[in-house]
């Protein structure tokens, strides 16, 4: 029989976007290094582009109803650095400043809170020709464009994340070449990720100097929960080094001011310079972690895989970007940020699913695979919660289909549906059973 299941009262409801994937307005900004990367032949589906997007940039209004009708109290959106700084540094576009200023007001006009990113991941092209993330000068332009922000919204923004996933940044984007700037290298990936940690620490100090007492800062990893193959030490110890790979390796620097010591070592000459004063930066207080949490990784011990291990894919449920659904990975994941590193207030940033989804001839959108997929990863949530982690708030990725980074139009993430042709929203049967689940701060399982 199904159970209503409450969350804790005050517990906040949003959406999530970023600006690359839903703005558009692509003439009224700089250039940023996903333009570069949708230009490179063959690396993004189809050639498909953020050119128009969702056209977010004009029709703001329209998606901020969209949410109202939801019933959200809260949306997750970033922040695209060259609509702010065309060139990353210098003169300010006021035009773009005045943009996110009337989209915060939209926002709160609405009873809507905003929470704002920084940076996901549209570095301004002025600065990926001066060596991007890699040259140490781009931590303190990050620092200098924080301030910017800041200053124009930080009397109405009072929850910020500096950095969605610098994990991307550093290593789908450097090391794996599959997201912009589309490098392969491993010792320049490590320094990049680690001028986001410290670009981190510089933005955390620029939003307090700029904010009230109530202004709380926070960033977003995202996180890979390694499970061995078998109990066998030999799949154990690769589920170990995966997970110091994929998740230590930015949470030990922001909670413990150091990296872990078993990735530095098998890192050996490529591991990143590191300054004086560095890892304090990095790892001053934050007032919140941003989770976000898609699938899991079983992990077996083989000596011809990166870092002596590959990665399997055991028999399940897999989404249209072929991710195992594994809502218990996102329980345990909690569970381990408080226990192991004593987490802050904990927020779900990101947690959705992409399908293959079609506007049925009634004219709706029938995604029952999303909805299961939701159900099952809020009863996940309220799983951890009932073990004690501070969960207080959960986005649902995504507000509306849009650009999916490499994989251009061809994979559907909204809880809204997208006709990228006329432009249309349509509100998915996931997009209902949210509102459901908000209008009750209930979900039944």
């Known amino acids: 029989m199904a159970q209503l299941r409450q969350f804790p009262e005050g517990f906040v409801w949003g959406t999530a976007t ?11 900004r700089g250039d940023c290094i996903w333009d570069d990367f949708c ?3 063959g690396k993004v589906h189809a050639g498909d582009t953020g050119d128009v997007a969702d056209d977010h940039y004009h029709r703001f209004c329209d998606d901020v109803a969209l949410m109202a009708e939801l019933g959200q109290n809260a949306y997750r959106f970033s922040i695209s650095w060259p609509r702010v700084l065309p060139e990353g540094a210098g003169e300010v576009n006021e035009k773009g400043l005045d943009f996110y200023s009337r989209l915060v007001d939209e926002l709160l006009a ?68 599959q ?36 202004t709380r800062v926070g960033i977003t990893l995202n996180f890979s929960p390694a499970y061995p193959a078998s109990d066998r030490a030999e799949d154990v110890a690769a589920a170990r080094m995966h997970d110091g790979y994929s998740n230590r390796w930015f949470l030990d620097p922001v909670f413990e001011g ?36 898609y699938t899991r990784a079983v992990v077996q011990h083989d000596p011809r895989g990166w870092l002596g291990y590959r990665t399997l894919k055991p028999e399940g449920e897999y989404t249209a ?22 987490a802050p207030p904990l927020y779900i940033t990101e947690n959705g699913s992409a399908y293959e989804d079609v506007v049925s001839e009634d004219g709706q959108v029938h995604d029952p695979q999303r909805v299961a997929y939701l159900r099952q990863h809020l009863a996940a949530c309220l799983d951890a919660i009932e073990q004690g982690v501070p969960l207080k708030g959960y986005f649902a990725w995504s507000l509306v289909d849009n650009f999916e980074w490499a994989f251009g139009y061809s994979r559907r993430f909204g809880i809204a549906h997208v006709d990228f042709g006329t432009q249309r929203r349509t509100l998915k049967d996931s997009a209902r059973f949210f509102a459901a689940v908000i209008a009750q701060n209930a979900v039944e399982v």
């Open 18 to 28: 970023a600006s690359f994937q839903i703005e558009g307005g692509r003439n009224e």
């Open 39 to 41: 230009r490179w032949p």
């Open 110 to 177: 609405r009873g809507i809170d905003p929470y704002v990113t920084l940076y996901h991941w549209d570095l301004p092209s002025a600065l990926q020709r001066m060596g991007g993330w890699a040259a140490r000068d781009t931590i303190y332009r990050f620092q200098d464009y924080a301030a910017v922000v800041a200053d124009r919204l930080g009397d109405r923004v009072k929850n910020w994340i500096t950095h969605n996933e610098p994990w991307v940044v550093a290593f789908l984007g450097n090391l794996h070449g």
């Open 179 to 214: 997201h912009a700037p589309g490098w392969e290298d491993l010792g320049l990936a490590l320094q990049v990720g680690h001028h986001t940690i410290v670009s981190h620490g510089l933005a955390v100090q620029a939003l307090r100097a700029r904010g009230g007492a109530d």
């Open 258 to 293: 150091r990296y872990p010591q078993d990735l530095w070592d098998a890192y050996g000459y490529q591991v990143p310079r590191v300054a004086p004063g560095d890892m304090e930066l990095g790892s001053q207080p934050i007032d919140f972690l941003g989770v976000n949490y």
């Open 321 to 342: 970007m072929d991710w195992e659904v594994f809502p218990q990975g996102l329980t345990d994941l909690l569970v381990r940020l408080t226990r192991d590193y004593g």
